[in-house]
């Protein structure tokens, strides 16, 4: 007879163990696939928050629970009740990870005719592999070799969902290959050990200052510390609540990443409003103001965090510079859809629709810690002159320390803790990182992404345009690898820190990836979890998301003419001025 796998059910709701305890003969003829497929390798398992949240509900809200005098006869409703907790394809739990959602969709939509592209995609690399053995060739035409070679790896990458290649892999192999070549082609062995040596010190910094501050957030995240913002949104009312869900997610992803500002405030969409148009439209305008928000500060976006790190932009005058062009850009599509007859065709208020999750123990403690620590970065870096990279791991070392004092003893609660949460984080993320950065940065060393500025001052000599086009190609083309080219291809000899071109790529590269729904970490991650389809966010959303970038740069070139920037008292830190 089927059984139940054990599973820890101390932690659940009294209504949800008796669920579980119950034999599978009794809660239908075939047991549920959802409750008996629990095995490490599941995608979607139990001890995920979002399912349990899901499915404590669903067992509060039965109106017949299973008791002792129900075991003699099986309720008809619990067949429906456990399909109900059971994700339909693509669903992505609040906390799932976009990949799994991607893993679902591959799996549901496999067509056999991929085989023929991964194929010709594998022909290809083994032709330029074996092209690549031939040093005489490679040593003539490095610069010809390695612009075939990331062509093709940059395919594999923007094709990843059809090949069914996963891209981390593709940027891994693509960065080892093109290295080979460079040391190939290069004058000595010596001379390509140490230009790679001296990227993977720089490369280094940013994955280990994303490693550090994406547990942070992990952390804060399975305290449910971030209902501390969210409880606070109480209005109902759809024009209104259009506005605070935008400048809340657009502040909230100033301190974390675009990516975690989108799950966590599409979570609380789902507790506020039905699923409808409106609700899409609200999973948009998230979107735009989590790309807007991350723009204008440091560790807000990845490319900001970026041009940081390597010293093109600083804390202050880049939050000063990009605060009024970041704010126009979500003000503009703000107003825009404000108009439209999906907001003001709804009613006056609309109720919650599901429960909010209890904050874990001294949940508030953790996300003042934590919010603290992300903080604490520029200033570490303007106090020390230490690479930022270390202050995040000082303030993660702090929060690892904090999380095993208060849970100490209780071992129901491990999920909470840090050697949990770097089992959630998104490693193979860090891991493209690192490919696509030390990709670029052997272009970089053979001198292709000078070649390609110097082409560029020559025919098109406006930066305001150049930044432009990069933030419209980074609706398209992930902005990582953009702005790391655009780092190579100009040095701070060409455009000094603070410089106007500096400033306006932070901008465009952070926001412009909001024209398209696939453009941004933010909008893959609202069609995974809320089924937004890719032409309708062309119709409904794209024009706005283009009048907002519009706007931003209008502002930006008419502040930085005209000298104006936010007033801020930080002008008067010292320490700060100059990190």
């Given at each position: ?5 054990p599973?820890?059910t ?21 047991p ?19 399912v349990l ?22 309720n ?25 959602t ?36 490679v ?12 062509g093709?790896g ?27 070549i ?33 547990t ?76 807007a ?43 825009l ?34 919010i ?63 490919g ?18 110097n ?86 959303v ?38």
């Amino acid at each position: 007879m089927s059984t139940f796998p054990p599973i820890r059910t101390h932690h659940l709701s009294p209504s949800f163990q008796s669920l579980l305890s119950t034999p599978p003969h009794l809660l239908s003829v075939s047991p549920s696939p959802y409750l008996l497929r629990l095995k490490p390798s599941s995608r979607l398992l139990l001890h995920r928050n979002g399912v349990l949240a899901r499915a404590e509900d669903k067992a509060r809200s039965s109106s017949s629970p299973i008791s002792s005098s129900s075991t003699q006869q099986p309720n008809p409703n619990y067949n429906k009740q456990l399909q109900d907790l059971k994700p339909s394809s693509g669903e992505c739990d609040p906390l799932c990870s976009v990949d799994e959602t991607s893993s679902q969709e591959f799996e549901a939509n496999y067509q056999p005719r991929t085989d023929l592209l991964k194929a010709v995609a594998i022909f290809a690399a083994a032709a330029t592999g074996t092209v690549a053995i031939n040093h005489s060739w490679v040593a003539a035409n490095q610069d010809m070799a390695m612009a075939l070679l990331f062509g093709i790896g940059y395919a594999g990458i923007i094709f990843e969902e059809s090949l069914a290649f996963n891209k981390s892999g593709v940027g891994l192999l693509m960065a080892v290959s093109l290295w080979v070549i460079r040391s190939i082609g290069a004058p000595s062995t010596d001379i390509a050990v140490s230009e790679l040596t001296h990227a993977s010190a720089e490369v280094s910094e940013i994955v280990f200052f994303l490693l550090g501050a994406m547990t942070i957030v992990e952390i804060v995240d399975a305290h449910q510390g971030f209902k501390l913002v969210t409880d606070n949104i109480t209005t109902r009312r759809p024009r209104t609540l259009l506005w605070v869900i935008g400048f809340v997610t657009f502040f909230l992803s100033s301190i974390l990443d675009n990516l975690t500002s989108t799950i966590v405030m599409v979570s609380l969409l789902r507790k506020l409003v039905p699923p409808s148009e409106y609700r899409k439209l609200l999973g948009a305008v998230v979107v735009i103001a989590a790309n807007a928000g991350g723009a204008w500060t440091p560790i807000g976006d990845v490319t900001t965090t970026m041009l940081w790190i390597h010293g093109q932009i600083s804390t202050l005058e880049t939050m000063k510079g990009l605060f009024i062009p970041s704010v126009v850009s979500l003000i503009v599509p703000l107003s825009l859809l404000s108009l439209t007859s999906e907001v003001n065709g709804k009613g006056e208020d609309s109720a919650s629709v599901l429960a909010s999750e209890q904050m874990a123990p001294r949940g508030k403690l953790v996300f003042s810690v934590g919010i603290g620590a992300l903080v604490f970065v520029p200033v570490f870096k303007a106090l020390t002159g230490l690479p930022p990279f270390l202050g995040m791991l000082f303030g993660l070392g702090v929060l690892w320390i904090l999380t095993d004092a208060i849970h100490y003893g209780e071992s129901e609660r491990q999920k909470l803790k840090v050697p949990q949460a770097l089992s959630r984080i998104d490693t193979q993320g860090a891991l493209f990182f690192l490919g696509i950065l030390l990709s670029v940065s052997s272009l970089e060393a053979a001198g292709i992404l000078r070649e390609l500025a110097n082409y560029l001052d020559a025919n098109i000599p406006n930066v305001e345009l150049i930044a432009s086009a990069i933030g419209v190609v980074s609706a398209i083309i992930d902005n990582v690898p953009l702005v790391a080219a655009t780092m190579g291809m100009y040095d701070l000899s060409s455009f000094p820190q603070d410089s106007e071109f500096w400033q306006l790529i932070a901008y465009c590269a952070g926001t412009g990836g909001s024209m398209l729904v696939i453009g941004s970490a933010a909008g893959v991650a609202l069609m995974g979890m809320e089924k937004v389809d890719f032409f309708w966010y062309i119709r409904k959303v794209s024009g706005f998301a283009l009048a907002g970038y519009v706007a931003g740069i209008a502002a930006y070139l008419a502040a930085y003419n005209l000298h104006i920037s936010i007033p801020t008292t930080l002008a008067q830190v010292p320490f700060l001025s100059g990190s």
